[in-house]
């Protein structure tokens, strides 16, 4: 078994649990997929956290980058200086998304070919795969159009959100055209692909970003409070 294979093992025994308690393939899916998403939003939260420290920081960081750019060592001496000062590390930015890829590519494995991962004891799941939903005929079969669409378009909303996130000044990066590309293209090539994936991942994929969507918004409000204290607190100081 590879690596992914061995995460997506045990999150084969969650499925089967919830299937045991709901008795819908469909449904178990639907509550499978928030409670991934409940269990990874601790990590998009420190991403929004760690967005603000460095909008905080940036003004510091080009002003380094200003006063040493004919000189290379100092100025990577200064930046390792200021991480140091302010305590913060840029490559945590990186962490969530590093934690989530092998549970996101072994949640892609099982739901591609959930059966290899099912618990020992539970045929009846060997069925339940096949079940309909909605109009769905079947869950391990292709949906061509509806689900995919769907998915593409929650996938759209949750990307736009997620680039709102964001700290601010990126926007005006030289990164901004290449993400607002991808802000296009990316929900395009989810239904494109889910054209072709079996239909219980293609659900997968639209509740999940129904959730990112969700989360978005409750992070938002989280991160807009957090602004007005370090505003309030500032003004104290003054």
């Known amino acids: ?31 499978f997929t928030v409670i991934v998403r409940l269990c990874l939003f ?50 945590r930015g990186c962490l969530p998304m590093l934690i989530q890829m092998p549970i ?12 290899s991962y099912l618990a020992k004891g539970h045929a009846d799941m060997i069925l339940a795969v096949h079940e309909k939903f909605f109009w769905i005929q079947d869950l391990s079969q292709t949906d061509l159009w509806a689900l995919p669409i769907l998915a593409g378009v929650a996938t759209f909303f949750s990307f736009s959100l997620t680039q709102a996130q ?36 293609t659900l997968y994929w639209f509740i999940g970003n129904i959730c990112s969507i969700i989360q978005n918004q409750i992070l938002r409000v989280w991160r807009k409070k957090l602004e007005q204290k370090k505003e309030q607190k500032g003004k104290k100081k003054k």
């Open 1 to 31: 078994m590879d690596f992914f294979g061995f995460v997506a093992k045990p999150l084969g025994y969650l499925l089967t649990g919830i299937y045991d308690i709901v008795g819908n393939y469909g449904i178990t899916l639907i509550i």
């Open 42 to 91: 601790p990590l998009y939260a420190n991403q929004i956290k760690h967005q603000m420290r460095m909008s905080e920081v940036q003004p510091k960081i080009q002003e380094i980058q200003r006063k040493y750019a004919g000189n290379r060592e100092e100025m990577g001496r200064k930046m390792a200086e200021l991480q140091k000062e302010e305590n913060y590390n840029p490559a």
């Open 104 to 115: 996101l590519i072994g949640l892609f494995t099982l739901l591609r070919d959930p059966i």
């Open 166 to 201: 964001n700290a601010p000044g990126q926007a005006a990066n030289q990164m901004a055209g290449m993400m607002k590309m991808m802000k296009y293209f990316f929900p395009v090539m989810i239904v494109w692909m889910g054209r072709s994936f079996p239909a219980g991942l």
